[in-house]
């Protein structure tokens, strides 16, 4: 119980208005709102690559492909994240959540938006190193690396509250 405590609080300093899912009413929301959370910190994480693209775009650095590659992939993982149904098919009309399953989705929650700050913080570092393009290349695989771990815990979220 310690652990999932501790996400909770997590979560709950970090998305105003969250509730833990505690009261069945508020669940369609309380997904919502991590959600939105996740969409917002990608948004930012886009637009600081988009900066860095065009400042590698003026030193013809060699990783503006990889780049705008991200900046899309950030694009589709942003909507896939944002406009999801609500709820999911089914998921929140249960009378009752098992306590496990909800255990669960909290961990993949906090996960998703540790996942999500770690982008943005890599993308912030990208503008810096685009004099580097060896620093840079590695920046590149790191995002890459970590928008794919964002993706499957997306995924698997997605599979607990399908009742999958």
Do not use: W
Not at 12 to 17: F, M, Q, T
Not at 97 to 116: C, G, H, P, S, T
């Amino acid at each position: 119980m310690g652990k999932e405590t501790k996400l909770l609080e997590k979560l709950e300093l970090v998305i105003p208005g969250f509730h833990g899912y505690k009261k069945k009413e508020l669940l369609r929301e309380d997904d919502r709102l991590v959600r939105a959370k996740v969409a917002d910190v990608l948004v930012q994480a886009r637009k600081e690559i988009e900066r860095a693209l065009q400042r590698c775009a003026m030193v013809s650095c060699p990783q503006l492909v990889a780049m705008d590659s991200l900046r899309k992939k950030l694009l589709t993982l942003e909507g896939r994240v944002r406009h999801a149904e609500a709820g999911y098919a089914g998921y929140f009309d249960r009378i009752s959540v098992r306590e496990e399953e909800l255990e669960n989705l909290i961990e993949y929650d906090a996960r998703m938006i540790e996942l999500a700050e770690e982008i943005l913080g890599r993308a912030k570092s990208l503008g810096g190193e685009v004099v580097n393009p060896q620093a840079l290349g590695l920046s590149v695989l790191e995002l890459e690396e970590r928008l794919r771990a964002l993706e499957e815990t997306l995924d698997k979220r997605m599979s607990i509250v399908a009742g999958e």
